[in-house]
């Protein structure tokens, strides 16, 4: 059995936005391919076999999409004590030492079919990102330390929406 995929409600329905928008490129791609098929003397024609590719690969997205979609789970949202999936989480950079923190920002804690979106002026991170694992659990008050490139970033929890 595959894996679920638990998603936003907003995530869900920018999935089926991206599959729609990907069922509409693979209908021009065919019919740019029936074109250049029929018009093509030379079956080694380069555009005829970049034509090709072009439909495959956007045959194999869609695949991995409507895959996605078929594993979705849509995560209901609710209070929440600690931070998990959909999570929307308030944080500031909390500097080693006496230096004041850093100004507070919001992230929201999404699989990884939803991260990189910026939805109003949250950005979403996958919750298998150095930041999504150091965040998932964590509660008000908590300070998580995000490890990247053996650089460590300390952040405070200072609300879990």
Sequence with gaps: MSRE??????????????VERERERLEEATRILRELSGTSDDYDDTGLE????????????????????????????????AVELGATVELA???????????????????????????GDVPHISDESPMGRALIGAKVGDVVD????????????????
Excluded: S, W
């Excluded at 590719?53 to 004590?81: G, P, S």
């Excluded at 909390?94 to 939805?119: D, H, M, N, R, T």
């Design 5 to 18: 995929v638990r998603v936003t409600k907003e995530g869900y329905e920018r999935l089926q936005e991206r």
């Design 50 to 81: 970049e034509a090709k590719r072009e439909k495959t690969t956007i045959e194999d997205r869609l695949d991995d999409l409507e895959d996605q979609m078929a594993r979705a789970v849509i995560i209901e949202a609710h209070e929440m004590e």
């Design 93 to 119: 950079e909390k500097p080693k030492g006496k230096k004041k923190a850093g100004e507070a920002f919001l992230v929201q804690v999404v699989a990884p079919v939803e991260a990189g979106v910026l939805e």
């Design 146 to 161: 995000v490890v990247i490139d053996d650089v460590t970033t300390r952040y405070e929890v200072l609300a879990i929406r």
